[in-house]
């Protein structure tokens, strides 16, 4: 059985799969309407740091770590820097990073693992002329099925991928752990 793990202070927590070796680890990434506190970085590298002999680790936020993978506008996120030292210092062991916040689809591998932009359910878009290179908003009109857009998730440890299945706007997609 299973244990949600909280870290007390803010709304971090994470739940291990002993079957697959697996730490999925929810993060809270609206500081301030965007970006990282201290708790939250602190949090991270801890965890990263205790993590168990063989797991590996998934990241699901609201947030990317950076700014850029939300908007080619000028802009920043409060301790993205600080987040960015944790995360790289222990990428060996990051599967990847899943956030919605920028109503689009995208992958980047600025590092080594894989970040991984869910469109959201929301049928309004944002103009596409700010999204990153790559990015795709798909196509939605209200009162058919591409009104929706939502993803089933498969973490597939074994075979060093991540299966999307998506119901509604857009389409399925598979994400290596690695480029």
Partial sequence: ETEVVR???????????????IRLAFVDSVYQTAGFNQDTIDWTSDILSNLPTGY????ISHEPTRWELISTASGSM???????????????????????????????YVMTFPEISITCGKPDQYPSATFPTGATAPARTIGTVSQDAWD?????????????IRFGAGSSRTVPFRQ
């Fill in 7 to 21: 870290d007390g202070i803010t709304s971090n927590c994470y739940i291990d799969y002993p079957q697959l070796k």
């Fill in 56 to 59: 590996k680790v998934v990241f």
């Fill in 78 to 108: 409060p301790g993205s820097t600080e987040m960015e030292a944790v995360l790289t210092a222990h990428q060996s062991v990051i599967c990847g990073w899943i956030h919605g916040h920028t109503h689009f689809d995208n992958v980047s």
């Fill in 152 to 164: 089933a998730v498969l973490i597939l440890p074994s075979e060093n991928k991540f299966e999307f």
